[in-house]
């Protein structure tokens, strides 16, 4: 039972799908990204991503120190070495030559990260879903559960529910979260193939995948 109701909602398609019902479909994803995205926006800049708690200031201050110091840069928080600090991952580094090049504050640098961490994950998940299956529904309700439907959700890092549109937006778990929705997309448009079943993917698939994408990024 279980396997049939997957198989509908991944690649039953109406037979006469009509155009408008499309444009439906597509305006009411368009609608609940604006909604997030507006909510993002009012979360960012009231202040509430800049708690107590959490990782925010830890990532800040790494952004900070590598932006200053980018070849040779120091612990953010102890007098020690960078090599210390496992929070310089490839995303701070990013953020770190944004901030050199742009001159922004770190403050306001994390807080547009963060929306830009919002706009991947919303538009990851509508080309990933739709490349996946064949059905123009599933991006709606993928977002809707990823969101809503947990429960109570993982705290801070890692955390996919609504939550983190007020607590961890712009750190490297959510970004890394988004993308990987379009790293998925790129391999399926790599494949060719609509409906491959990512969990039967080999190995040695994926990482000719990855070398074939990252030789001619």
């Known amino acids: 039972m279980i396997e049939s109701a997957q198989r509908f909602f991944f690649y039953h398609r109406p037979l006469q799908a009509s155009k408008q019902s499309v444009m439906k479909i597509e305006r009411k994803y368009l ?24 990782d925010s200031w830890e990532h800040a201050a790494s952004v900070n120190e590598l932006s200053f110091n980018l070849r040779n840069p120091s612990n953010p928080f102890l007098a020690a070495d960078g090599y210390t600090s496992p929070r310089f991952t490839l995303y701070i580094l990013l953020l770190a030559l944004v901030k050199r090049i742009s001159g922004l504050p770190v403050i306001d640098l994390m807080e547009l990260a963060g929306l830009c961490n919002t706009i991947l994950l919303m538009t990851g998940i509508d080309v990933f879903i739709k490349k996946y299956t064949t059905n123009n529904h599933p ?41 990987s929705f379009w790293g998925w997309y790129f391999f399926l448009k790599f494949k060719g193939n609509r409906q491959t079943d990512i969990s039967k993917t080999n190995d040695r698939e994926l990482c000719f995948f990855v070398n074939e994408f990252f030789k001619h990024a």
């Open 31 to 54: 609608l609940l990204s604006i909604l997030l995205f507006l909510l993002t926006a009012v979360t960012t800049f009231s202040g509430r991503l800049w708690s107590e708690m959490g």
């Open 139 to 179: 991006p709606f309700f993928t977002l809707i559960t990823l969101l809503i439907f947990w429960g109570r959700g993982w705290l801070y890092s890692n955390e996919y529910s609504l939550q983190f549109l007020t607590s961890s937006l712009f750190h490297p778990s959510i970004f890394a979260f988004s993308i």
